[in-house]
Every structure is written in structure tokens, then in C-alpha cells.
């Protein structure tokens, strides 16, 4: 068995087309085909459905793919341990990011960064905790940061970075007449734009509705919290958002920021790497630089 046979069948599980996934290779279509045959031959079990196209994996392959992962991810951890060893921390640190937090990300990244300069940092910032957590265990992100509550973190390590608390932005003529903190009933009269639902925050803002036994029904959702700070702009809209984007990001002009309680809307926002050992250099050295800055505190002075 080859580490290129099983690239070759975690690429095709992935892209679930085979020239789609020997471009990916950078293979012919013929030669990633006789790698899997010859894994399959080797390991005495089919891993694809063939028909005159890829038509999926058996539950055979739906299992090994998850060794295959797990041994690709480990040869990637040794490879990088490695070269820390003789010439300081390189590679790749992949990193996923729930929408909300990516205006505060950067307070985790750049002091990471700036002690490993060597290392590449890939981010996905437009992910749900759940997508992130699921593609932890995929072995497809190093790390991630999420909304820990209600997610099932069995397996993984959890390092809170901070509170989030949303607020309420939106344009001065929306908001003619009425005072902060604003009352939910009256929210809900407000032309909205919110976060789309299954998203977190969003279930965070409906939870917060539903206990006062109204419905949030905006005219506009979308997956993107600086699509919901740029619809704000035009004047003539108001959305719920974490405030952390407000202390990156100044608000538009003519708008106001208010304070939303009775409940007020607050939530744990967290990094989430693998758990057992050994752990990968990357992702300890991230837990390590997550742990020694004050990323809280950071938030809270901002």
C-alpha cells in the first residue's frame, strides 16, 4: 500500500468524480483508476461503485476512507514535526470560522503568525460550527472556531477564546423615536435583515424571540454578517449581529447601535482541534498561542 494510492481514493471520495479528481492529482484519469484497483486488490475489498460513472463508494470504501484520512493526516503531522525539528514550524495550519467570527479570527491568527512566519495559514470563514466540527473528524481542517454549545465535541479539544454578545444595528430614520435598551416586541416590527436559519447565531436570535413568544420574519437573510452591515448602510434596514464586528469594523454612517436585553443575546465562541496523541505540531502550537493571548480581554477593550 502506497501513501499516492490513498491520496488518489481520498480525492475521488472527495471531488465523487474520477477526472474531477485525477485533475485534482494532477494524474491522468487511467492512472488514478489503476492506483484504486490496486488498493482494492490489496486490501481484498471493493471501495467504488463503477458504472460508466463514478456512481459512489461501497460502504466498504465509506469506512476505509476515514483510515484513509486519519493515516494521510498523520503522515502530514509527522512530516511537520519533522521539519520543526531541523528548521523551526512550517507547513499549512487549516482553519475553519463560523461567519460570526470572522471580524475577530484575526486576534487568533496574527499573533500565531507572527511567531511562526513560516507557517501558511488556509481560512474558510463562511462555515457552520457543525460543518467544521464534521470536518474535524474528516480530517479535512486542522482546527476550527465554532459556537461550542449544543455541538457534540466528543473527541475534540475545546479552548473558549471569548463572549460574543449580539446587538441591534440599524439606519437613524428606522430607528426615529425609539430609545435603547429596545424591547424584542418592538424589534420584530423593524424592516429586518437577519443571518439565514440553521445558522447559530440566528438560532441564537430566534431562541431569544421565541421566549417572548414572538417571530423574527425578515425580508432578507443571507449567510454573511458584512452582506447584513452593507444592506444596514443603505438606511432603510436593521439586523442583529455580534457586536465584535463593530469593534473591527466602524458602523456605517446615519445608523445606531443598541443594546438588546430582556434576554440579552450572549454566546461562548471557541477553538476546536482533534483530541489524543500525539497531537499535531501545528495545532499545538495554535492551542498554545490561543491560550497565552488574551483574546477575551482583547474583545471586551476593543
Same mark, same amino acid.
Given at each position: 500500500m502506497l501513501f499516492r494510492q490513498l491520496e488518489y481514493f481520498v480525492a475521488l471520495a472527495r471531488e465523487r468524480h474520477f477526472a474531477r479528481a485525477a485533475e485534482a492529482c494532477h494524474v491522468s484519469q487511467p492512472a488514478l483508476s489503476e492506483a484504486i484497483r490496486k488498493l482494492e486488490s490489496e486490501l481484498k475489498v471493493p471501495l467504488v461503485t463503477r458504472g460508466r460513472t463514478f456512481e459512489g463508494l461501497t460502504p466498504e470504501g465509506e469506512r476505509l476512507v476515514l483510515w484513509a484520512r486519519r493515516i494521510l493526516a498523520d503522515r =502530514?503531522?509527522?512530516e511537520h514535526e519533522v521539519r520543526a525539528l531541523q528548521t523551526g514550524l512550517t507547513g499549512e495550519l487549516r482553519l475553519g470560522v463560523i461567519p460570526a467570527a470572522a471580524a475577530t479570527v484575526a486576534l487568533l491568527t496574527d499573533p500565531f503568525c507572527a511567531e511562526h512566519p513560516l507557517v501558511k495559514v488556509r481560512l474558510e470563514t463562511g462555515l457552520k460550527s457543525a460543518d467544521i466540527v464534521d470536518r474535524l473528524r474528516?480530517?479535512?481542517? =486542522? !482546527?476550527?472556531?465554532?459556537?461550542p454549545d449544543g455541538q457534540d465535541t466528543s473527541g475534540l479539544t475545546v479552548t473558549p477564546l471569548y463572549r460574543e454578545q449580539q446587538v441591534l444595528l440599524a439606519g437613524n430614520d428606522v430607528l426615529t423615536g425609539r430609545t435603547e435598551p429596545l424591547e424584542w416586541a418592538d424589534v420584530v416590527e423593524l424592516p429586518l435583515c437577519l443571518l439565514t436559519p440553521g445558522m447559530r447565531g440566528r438560532q441564537l436570535i430566534d431562541d431569544a424571540l421565541a421566549a417572548?413568544?414572538?417571530?423574527?420574519?425578515?425580508?432578507?437573510?443571507? =449567510?454573511?454578517?458584512?452582506t447584513l452591515i452593507g444592506q444596514v448602510a443603505t438606511?432603510?434596514? !436593521?439586523?442583529?449581529i455580534p457586536a465584535t464586528w463593530l469593534r473591527t469594523m466602524r458602523p456605517p454612517a446615519d445608523t445606531r447601535v443598541l443594546r438588546l436585553e430582556h434576554p440579552s443575546i450572549?454566546?461562548?465562541?471557541?477553538?476546536v482541534t482533534r483530541a489524543g496523541e500525539p497531537v499535531s505540531v501545528l495545532t499545538r502550537a495554535l492551542t498554545e498561542s490561543a491560550r497565552s493571548t488574551p483574546i477575551d480581554a482583547d474583545v471586551d477593550r476593543r
Open positions: =502530514d503531522a509527522l474528516r480530517f479535512e481542517l =486542522d !482546527a476550527g472556531v465554532v459556537y417572548q413568544g414572538l417571530t423574527a420574519n425578515p425580508q432578507l437573510e443571507t =449567510d454573511s454578517v458584512a438606511g432603510r434596514w !436593521a439586523t442583529i450572549r454566546a461562548t465562541v471557541a477553538m
